[in-house]
């Protein structure tokens, strides 16, 4: 399984993208897709979260903010981050739980990262 991202870029601040996360492989279910992103020197955080249909979780400070959507016929998130702002320049990374067939468990992958970056 791959989790390919595109989308990151350079913006001002005030200004929007929007992120997409591709899966790819040997896939039966997905049940968990997410969004985190990163900054040097500091842990990964998560920024959004979908489980199963429609069930969403926000960072705070990202909260009226981005959105997260999924569509299912082709196994791909997508994040909309509006009104962006200078600390939300980071890496950008997918995360998914993919299980292969209905006999074996979700196990969770990475995407390789996308740069956001936003200007003052």
């Known amino acids: 399984v791959q989790l390919v991202e595109s989308g990151g870029g350079l913006v001002q601040a005030g200004g929007s993208l929007k992120l997409s996360c591709a899966a790819s492989g040997t896939i039966f279910s997905i049940a968990f897709m997410a969004w985190y992103r990163q900054v040097p020197g500091r842990q990964r955080e998560l920024v959004a979260s979908?489980?199963?249909?429609?069930?969403?979780n926000y960072a705070e400070h990202v909260k009226g903010r981005f959105t997260i959507s999924r569509d299912y016929a082709k196994n791909t998130v997508y994040l909309q981050m509006n009104s962006l702002k200078p600390e939300d320049t980071a890496v950008y990374y997918c995360?998914?739980?993919?299980?292969?067939?209905?006999?074996?468990?979700?196990?969770?992958?990475w995407g390789q990262g996308t740069q956001v970056t936003v200007s003052s």
């Open positions: 979908q489980h199963g249909v429609g069930r969403t």
């Open positions: 995360n998914a739980d993919v299980a292969e067939s209905l006999w074996t468990r979700a196990a969770n992958h």
